[in-house]
């Protein structure tokens, strides 16, 4: 077991390190702090599962005593990294580029603040502000002049792309490494950066920021590093963080905490979770170890794992506040659950359960049939009465066996919601209107 500033080891023991670049940063992480940047490009309004190992690993730099450095993309956003790409990303305009800038930079002050752990204070910079007044000719003449053609052609990014049946690659695109390696020589110089992290795709654009500060004649002073972490993957694969909406995102305007549960406790197989649970948690190895031992054994209980990674991540992403929402709304639409309900809870599972919109006139004093059959969860009155008087129904998580029975206005939990159960999985959230 590594020390506790042993982070290299420690990373490395969590299945966190594809690659080194630049030598034994291992050795200077031990000699004191460093800081360490990951970039983000502002491609969306919100980061996705796939960034959250990049501020797993600069969360784990911070826990063990250097300082974690988050780099907006607000210049290199415009240009758009080929990286893991197929073909080129579409032009944003600079109001929507600003407007997702903000919206990652919220998510980044929530996940490395110190409700994730202690540690230096970290930094957010955009990298805007130091290209926003570099003009193409001093460009091209203090740092072009100093990439070699041949080696940029070279990069798996690009020639990747070039060999592809397809368009192939455009200038704009060609360049990104270049702007992303000025970035890295920028921060070595004004902040003091020394280590880069980034996926395990970033390798070429981290090697061209270390080729640059070397070119450049700064391998005198302090050395530089690059670290990569693998792609968040299954084992077959495929990339982890698609759902069948869409990506899966970190922001809770775009995904509930409830959602995000959901789908960590859903989309994990057992042959995958153990790994996750290093990758993406903080749990002591040790743990992780022993479950990793149960799974498959007679007194396993089935999901247990997938349980554990849901609430940490959760967690992480959204605080115990955030969890604690996400349980309660998963309680509530647990089959045949009995679960006391408040209006959080619903609206929490709001976006995660089928939905209706109905009239006060049609709901209070309305037979419960009735209202079932409008709003689709019977097919009719009569298969409604039916299964009231069966006990498949439930309103609120209380059974119903009175085929007669009306909603009163004391059924509507803050006087506007409603859940309606029919049978033990079939459950939507009726929302009453004026």
């Not at 309004?45 to 911070?62: E, I, M």
């Not at 549960?261 to 979770?273: A, E, K, N």
Request: glycine share 10%; aromatic share 6%.
């Amino acid at each position: 077991m590594p020390s506790e500033t042993d982070v290299v080891a420690l990373l490395r023991e969590r299945g966190l390190v594809q690659d080194v670049a630049g030598g034994e940063l291992a050795s200077a992480a031990a000699a004191g702090p460093l800081n360490v940047y990951c970039g983000f490009d502002p491609t969306a309004d919100s980061l996705h599962l796939g960034h959250l190992l990049g501020l797993v690993v600069l969360t784990w730099f911070r826990r063990c005593g250097h300082t974690p450095v988050a780099l907006l993309g607000g210049a290199t956003g415009r240009v758009g990294d080929p990286s893991g790409r197929s073909a080129e990303r579409p032009v944003l305009t600079d109001e929507q580029i600003e407007a997702n800038v903000a919206g990652i930079r919220a998510t980044l002050e929530d996940l490395l603040s110190d409700r994730n752990g202690g540690g230096p204070a970290p930094v957010i910079l955009n990298n805007l502000d130091w290209f926003r007044d570099v003009s193409l000719l001093a460009f091209l003449r203090d740092v072009g002049k100093h990439a070699r053609v041949g080696t940029m052609l070279s990069r798996e990014s690009v020639r990747s792309r070039m060999e592809a049946d397809n368009e192939g690659m455009s200038f704009t695109e060609f360049t990104y490494q270049l702007l992303q390696g000025y970035d890295f020589l920028h921060m070595s110089r004004e902040h003091n950066v020394r280590v880069q992290v980034g996926g395990s795709d970033q390798m070429g654009n981290v090697v061209a920021g270390l080729d640059l500060i070397r070119r450049l004649g700064l391998g005198s002073g302090p050395a530089c590093f690059g670290l990569t972490f693998p792609l968040l993957t299954k084992a077959d694969g495929t990339k982890m963080g698609k759902s069948a909406s869409g990506a899966v995102w970190l922001s809770p305007d775009k995904l509930s905490p409830f959602q995000l549960y959901q789908y960590l406790l859903g989309s994990v197989p057992d042959v995958d979770v153990c790994r996750f649970l290093r990758q993406l948690t903080f749990l002591p190895l040790a743990d992780i170890a022993a479950l990793e031992a149960a799974l498959g054994t007679p007194g396993y209980t089935p999901n247990s794992a997938q349980r554990l990674l849901a609430s940490e991540v959760t967690r992480f992403v959204h605080g115990d506040a955030g969890l604690q929402a996400a349980l309660a709304a998963t309680a509530a639409l647990a089959p045949g659950a009995d679960t006391q309900l408040d209006a959080a809870a619903l609206e929490a599972v709001a976006a995660g359960a089928p939905a209706a919109e109905l009239p006060r006139s049609a709901v209070v004093g309305a037979p419960l049939a009735d209202v079932l059959a409008a709003v689709g969860l019977q097919p009719s009155k009569a298969a409604a009465r039916r299964l009231i008087k069966g006990g498949g129904v439930r309103v609120n998580n209380r059974r119903e066996a009175d085929e007669l029975v009306t909603l009163a206005e004391t059924d509507l939990i803050e006087g506007r919601l409603v859940l309606l159960a029919a049978g033990k999985k079939n459950k939507l959230l009726l929302r009453v209107g004026a």
